[in-house]
């Protein structure tokens, strides 16, 4: 009996690192936007290297990560609600990586257009990456909290970024039309706007697995459910 009790303290000690783990590198990702948007409106080479720094430290967080769960996975052979929740984590903790990757591509167009005059005023940028800092957050939040509501909420939130992004190419495609000296800096601008609303989709993506998570359902081409549908 006392074996059996260790046994499942220990095994609820191995989930807990599990959500602690991703919520850690949740804020280094967090981190990573926010730097990044600091980078662009500050012109900023050093924060965009301290991003792309960063990138290795998430890397390695991912990768000892996915050997935790894959680990718990054949040891302790999870069942039902603990087994949705481990195979979540795995997807969850690949759309962290990526949404790394995606400040590093940011980054790098910032380190290009640094080297050039200021196109335009930002405005629409930073409102987007404040908007995908927001939903990481939330994503994550809604996960440990089982909170299927949130989990719509950023799923919903994607539309107005996908809507912003389509902006951001429109007004860019004007400066373009009127001056070919512009090209450059306006697909750099163009591509921010892209990594951003990719960032967005790896939220959004988090959103939905938290919504399998709850629910048991698929919901990556449905429209919101509640949590007794």
Same mark, same amino acid.
């Given at each position: 009996?006392?074996?059996?009790?260790?046994?499942?303290?220990?095994?609820?000690?191995?989930?807990?690192?599990?959500?602690?783990?991703?919520?850690?590198?949740?804020?280094?990702?967090?981190?990573?936007?926010?730097?990044?948007?600091?980078?662009?409106?500050?012109?900023?080479?050093?924060?965009?290297?301290?991003?792309?720094?960063?990138?290795?430290?998430?890397?390695?967080?991912?990768?000892?990560?996915?050997?935790?769960?894959?680990?718990?996975?054949?040891?302790?052979?999870?069942?039902?609600?603990?087994?949705?929740?481990?195979?979540?984590?795995?997807? $969850?903790?690949?759309? @962290? %990586? &990526? !949404?790394? /990757?995606?400040?590093?591509? +940011?980054?790098?167009?910032?380190?290009?257009?640094?080297?050039?005059?200021?196109?335009?005023?930002?405005?629409?940028?930073?409102?987007?990456?404040?908007?995908?800092?927001?939903?990481?957050?939330?994503?994550?939040?809604?996960?440990?909290?089982?909170?299927?509501?949130?989990?719509?909420?950023?799923?919903?939130?994607?539309?107005?970024?996908?809507?912003?992004?389509?902006?951001?190419?429109?007004?860019?495609?004007?400066?373009?039309?009127?001056?070919?000296?512009?090209?450059?800096?306006?697909?750099?601008?163009?591509? $921010?706007?892209?990594? @951003? %609303? &990719? !960032?967005? /989709?790896?939220?959004?993506? +988090?959103?939905?697995?938290?919504?399998?998570?709850?629910?048991?359902?698929?919901?990556?081409?449905?429209?919101?459910?509640?949590?007794?549908?």
């Amino acid at each position: 009996m006392e074996d059996r009790k260790h046994t499942s303290k220990e095994y609820e000690r191995e989930l807990q690192e599990i959500k602690d783990g991703l919520l850690y590198l949740g804020s280094l990702v967090e981190k990573a936007i926010v730097e990044s948007n600091q980078a662009l409106i500050e012109r900023s080479d050093e924060k965009a290297k301290q991003v792309i720094e960063l990138d290795d430290r998430i890397d390695r967080l991912d990768e000892e990560m996915e050997e935790k769960c894959i680990r718990l996975l054949a040891l302790r052979q999870p069942a039902a609600r603990d087994l949705r929740f481990i195979t979540t984590a795995i997807k $969850i903790n690949g759309h @962290l %990586e &990526r !949404i790394g /990757d995606m400040t590093v591509n +940011i980054c790098e167009k910032i380190l290009q257009l640094n080297r050039e005059p200021q196109l335009k005023p930002y405005i629409d940028l930073p409102r987007m990456s404040e908007i995908a800092r927001s939903m990481v957050r939330e994503s994550l939040e809604a996960m440990v909290k089982e909170d299927i509501e949130l989990a719509n909420h950023v799923r919903r939130n994607d539309d107005l970024v996908d809507d912003l992004n389509e902006q951001i190419f429109r007004e860019l495609l004007t400066f373009m039309i009127a001056d070919p000296q512009t090209i450059h800096r306006a697909i750099l601008i163009m591509q $921010i706007s892209k990594s @951003l %609303e &990719r !960032i967005c /989709d790896h939220a959004k993506g +988090i959103a939905d697995m938290v919504v399998y998570m709850i629910t048991g359902r698929n919901v990556r081409h449905m429209p919101e459910i509640d949590g007794d549908t």
